[in-house]
């Protein structure tokens, strides 16, 4: 499956983005998702990942009550709402897709990868 990640930006601190990630190729509900990103001089990290369906979330601590991760396998899409942006969510952000339809929260359980999109947050 192909990844396509976009709608990153520049956006003040309490602002508030919304990344999208469109996938062709396969089909996209036969795939858990999730979103990683990785700030200069750090290592990738997990942010949220979601079921097959939608039905199931899982948000990393420092995300959670402020991003929503959520699909529309309608449009082969998944999305990303990030609110209360803060300096710290400064990064390039990536979506990921895994074989099978629950979610992961590790990088190794990933078979896809989208290049990144860049969210950039300003104090």
């Known amino acids: 499956v192909q990844l396509q990640a976009y709608g990153g930006g520049l956006v003040q601190a309490g602002g508030s983005l919304r990344l999208s990630c469109a996938a062709s190729g396969r089909t996209f509900s036969n795939y858990g998702m999730g979103w990683f990103r990785q700030a200069p001089g750090k290592e990738r990290e997990f942010v949220a990942a979601?079921?097959?369906?939608?039905?199931?979330?899982y948000n990393a601590d420092s995300v959670k009550g402020r991003f929503t991760i959520s699909r529309d396998n309608t449009k082969n899409t998944v999305y990303l709402q990030m609110s209360n942006l803060k300096p710290e969510d400064t990064a390039v952000y990536y979506c990921?897709?895994?074989?099978?339809?629950?979610?992961?929260?590790?990088?190794?359980?990933?078979?896809?990868w989208g290049h990144g999109t860049q969210v950039t947050v300003s104090s």
């Open positions: 990921a897709g895994a074989r099978g339809t629950s979610y992961h929260t590790t990088l190794g359980n990933y078979d896809y």
């Open positions: 979601i079921n097959w369906s939608g039905g199931s979330t």
